[in-house]
């Protein structure tokens, strides 16, 4: 089967913008998870998507959102982009969630 | 207090030698939990679950639960340089939150030749 994937792997922005990230689950899983990781907080909860709803969300601010289409893929957005966003962004995704996640690639974004 | 706790490290393990990583969480009502492994520049990679209290072994890794003393540990038998990565416990099922993990800040592991 194949893994998570995550397009694209690197961006840069401009302070600002906004940015739109991809991930595709694995075949069968129909949650999926979004976090950020940074040095400074580690890897933080943003939300989480399951039969194209979201039913948990971390604490950040409304600036970043997300969706999950009929097929399980899905997008995240960050709007008004700030330098603070820099991050490595990973999808997870599982069967029902709440199990076994397995890790995306991430994509790197870089907020100038 | 952070939900999940992990010592940072670094853990200095000689090669051949066992490598024990600690986790504590703070919420009575969480349901599972897992060991993530994740070497520098990558992403998590899962290692192991367990749902229950006791022991679970895969390989040279095993997996301890104890729910009563909210505490969650990894043995790394026979060590071995490629293990030299940053280890991640994260629980799930946090109150009300089926499906909001949480994680530690992370364990590093450095196993020495």
């Known amino acids: 089967k194949a893994g998570v994937t995550q397009t694209p792997r690197y961006l840069i922005k401009t302070r600002g913008q906004q940015v739109t990230l991809s991930c595709s689950p694995i075949?069968?899983?129909?949650?999926v998870s979004w976090y950020q990781q940074t040095p400074g907080q580690g890897l933080q909860f943003l939300f989480e998507?399951?039969?194209?709803?979201?039913?948990n969300k971390g604490n950040f601010p409304g600036r970043f959102s997300g969706r999950q289409f009929s097929n399980s893929r899905s997008e995240m957005n960050v709007s008004t982009l700030e330098l603070g966003d820099s991050a490595l962004y990973l999808c997870?995704?599982?069967?029902?969630?709440?199990?076994?996640?397995?890790f995306g690639p991430g994509t790197r974004l870089t907020v100038t | 207090q952070k939900e999940v706790e992990q010592n940072s490290g670094p853990l200095s393990v000689p090669e051949g030698a066992i490598a024990s990583l600690n986790c504590t969480y703070s919420?009575?009502?969480?349901?599972?939990f897992f060991w993530y492994r994740q070497y520098s520049g990558k992403s998590p990679e899962l290692i192991m679950s367990?749902?229950?209290?006791g022991d679970k072994e895969d390989g040279r890794f095993t997996a301890q639960l104890n729910k009563a003393s909210q505490y969650v540990s990894l043995l790394i038998r026979d060590s071995q340089p490629s293990d030299s990565a940053t280890y991640l416990c994260?629980?799930?099922?946090?109150?009300?939150?089926?499906?909001?993990?949480?994680f530690g800040a992370g364990t590093q592991v450095v196993v020495t030749p």
């Open positions: 367990i749902y229950s209290n």
């Open positions: 997870a995704s599982s069967l029902v969630g709440g199990g076994e996640q397995y």
């Open positions: 998507y399951f039969s194209e709803t979201q039913r």
């Open positions: 075949s069968g899983h129909r949650s």
């Open positions: 994260a629980v799930n099922g946090l109150t009300d939150s089926w499906g909001k993990f949480q």
């Open positions: 919420d009575r009502g969480s349901q599972s």
